[in-house]
Every structure is written in C-alpha cells, then in structure tokens.
C-alpha cells in the first residue's frame, strides 16, 4: 500500500512512519509547514522539518514539505482569534485536524495517488460490520481519540494510525533501537501558534484583539477585581483573576464581552445537570442510551444522555462545559461522536 505519512518531527510521527516501512509499505514523509509565527511549544518551527526530514533520510523514506500556511490560518488561526472575541473557548488542535490534517492533506494524498495517510496520533481504528470507529490508544495518558471525534468515515476509510497499540515508552524505546536522534524529544504543546515567551495565550489575543479591560464581581454583582483582557477569561478559570487572597477559591461562572463584566462563584457554582451542545456528530449512527462523555483532552468521561434536541443530560451534575470546547461521546473505548459546547 503507499502511503503518505506525516511527519511533525516529533518522535510519535517518526516510529508511525518506521512501522508502516516495517510492514512493506510504500511510505512517503511530509510535512506540514503550518505557522510561520513566533513559536516555542508546537511542531512548526525549522528545527522540527529538519527532524523530520533527518528521520526520513535515515529510514529511506522520501520526504516532502507542503506549505499549508495560508489555509491553517484562515481555518484554525482566525477562527480561534474571532470565537474568542465573542467568548469562546475553541480547541484549535481539533480544527486543525478536521480542516487540514483529515482535509486538505488527505484530498491532497488522494490526488497524488496514495492509498492512505498516516499519523502518529495515540489511537487506533477498528472495522466494525458498518464501516470504522476510533478507538482509546493503549497508552491512557497519552490518548489521543478525543481530538479525532470528527473524522467521518471516509477519512477513517483512508487513514492508519500505526502506534495506537504502543505505549509511550515502548515508542520512545523503539526510536532509540533505530537509532533516531529524537527518540527522547518533548512532546509538543497543543497550540503550535502561542509561544509563552511572548505572553502566551493573553499575549496571543491581545495583539490580535487589543486590550479589553473588565470588571470581575460575584453573583451579587459586587465588584471584587478586573482583568486585563476579557477575551482571555474562560468558564471554569481560577487563576489570573486577580482577586487577591479570597476567603475560598472563586471560578469564573459567566464572561459578558460586551458589558466587560466577569462572574465568579464557588466551584459547586459551576456544576450543571445539562449541557447545551452544538454541531453533534456521531462515527456510525446515533446513540439513543447512555453514553461517557468526556470533556477535556485527558478529563473523566462522565455518564450521560445526548439527545435530540441538542443537549447532553448527565446522569449527575457536571462541571459547566466552556462553550466552544468539545465533548466526546464514548462507548467503553470506541468514540461514538461528539460536538462543541454550546
């Protein structure tokens, strides 16, 4: 099979793209030149393409490098920068994956002729009697299904992840047996565009939206404290706030953009018994029962009921989901779906 595999640099990317040469496959390295911006935590700085292309020479494999710069920045920069104007929380990580890792790159193998694309992702595919699902990597702490939710099964149809079944260690292992120079690489951040060297995430927005002071109060609207950019402050946030020494720690409840106002409350403040969500989308039909739905990267998966009016009911209150960030809906260790929180 030939098979285009992507190669961040990064050591996860790298034994993908050694195992597929391992099992016969005609593989081929690329990578994505995404942000040319100041970076110091992603995977799209010079000295990852080198990486890459070093890992690629040592293994034989041809490599390329596309620039898909123009298109990661109208579809993940942008629209990261504009839901945070209007109070947002996305996860930029998941558009990146859903326009162009599972989008553009693969329209891009498939008109080059390769069968598949590859990725280093911490997760596996399973074929079921009606086509594929995602499945939790091996490794628990480092699973990477939950940013994979949206993959339809065409894309599934056309890709392979091939260290699912590794644990983190065992990857690491195996790149020194091969005598790659990045077996003991950091993995990366998640946001490859916010380098914390310039202030990071507030830094980011503020010189894309400008500073946007606010008023910080408590539910009785009593003023207890401000911030710099209310663009920055996100449902559940603790720290930043500026509240001095509090009696009890105080969350962030609600965000007005317009009004310039920030709520916080007690932490048993942000718990709910629904959830609106937005955008639902489900591997392989809907799920009418019971689901786990997790609502961070690396959260619990908490049980629950999505239904059809768009809204998730958890069998116990929850912590409130910031909207814009995803939940994923679970069935053991199969993703069933997910959507934004809306």
């Known amino acids: 099979m030939r098979v285009l595999a992507a190669m ?10 050694a195992v597929l040469a391992e099992q016969g496959h005609e593989v081929v390295g690329v990578t994505l030149k995404l942000w040319g911006g100041e970076s110091d935590t992603g995977c799209c ?9 070093r890992v690629a020479d040592l293994l034989g494999l041809e490599h390329h490098v596309f620039n898909f710069g123009d298109a990661f920045d109208q579809r993940v920069v942008s629209p990261y920068v504009e839901d945070h104007a209007v109070g947002l929380t996305p996860n930029p990580c998941i558009e990146c994956n859903r326009h162009i890792k599972f989008d553009k790159l693969t ?8 069968d598949a694309v590859a990725t280093g992702h911490h997760a596996r595919l399973e074929a079921t009697g009606s086509g594929f699902r995602v499945r939790r990597g091996v490794d628990e702490a480092k699973d990477q299904s939950y940013v994979l939710y949206m993959l339809g099964q065409q894309q599934m149809a056309r890709l392979m992840l091939p260290i699912g079944h590794l644990t983190k260690a065992e990857v690491r292992e195996r790149a020194a047996g091969l005598g790659l120079r990045n077996s003991a ?4 951040q998640d946001v490859c565009f916010i380098a914390n060297r ?6 980011f927005l503020s010189r894309r939206l400008g500073e946007s002071p606010a008023t910080v109060v408590d539910a009785d609207g009593t003023e207890l404290g401000a911030v710099e950019i209310v663009q920055a402050v996100t449902i559940g946030q603790r720290r930043g706030l500026n509240l001095g020494g509090a009696d009890e720690p105080r969350y962030v409840t609600g965000v007005d953009i317009a009004a310039g106002r920030v709520t916080v409350g007690r932490r048993e403040d942000l718990y709910t018994p629904t959830q609106d969500v937005k955008g639902i989308q489900w591997a392989d039909g809907a799920v009418n029962g019971p689901v786990d739905i997790q609502a961070s990267a690396h959260g619990t998966p908490a049980p629950g009921v999505v239904d059809q009016a768009g ?10 989901v910031a909207p814009g960030q995803a939940l994923v809906f679970y069935q053991g260790d199969l993703v069933a779906g997910g959507a934004v929180a809306a």
């Open 198 to 203: 310039a202030g990071g995430r507030q830094g």
């Open 311 to 320: 809204r998730v009911n958890w069998a116990e209150p929850q912590r409130r």
């Open 8 to 17: 961040s640099g990064g050591v996860d990317s790298s034994v993908a793209a």
């Open 107 to 114: 329209v891009r193998a498939e008109a080059l002729g390769f």
């Open 185 to 188: 690489k950091p993995d990366s």
């Open 45 to 53: 700085s010079v000295s990852d393409v080198q990486d890459a292309r």
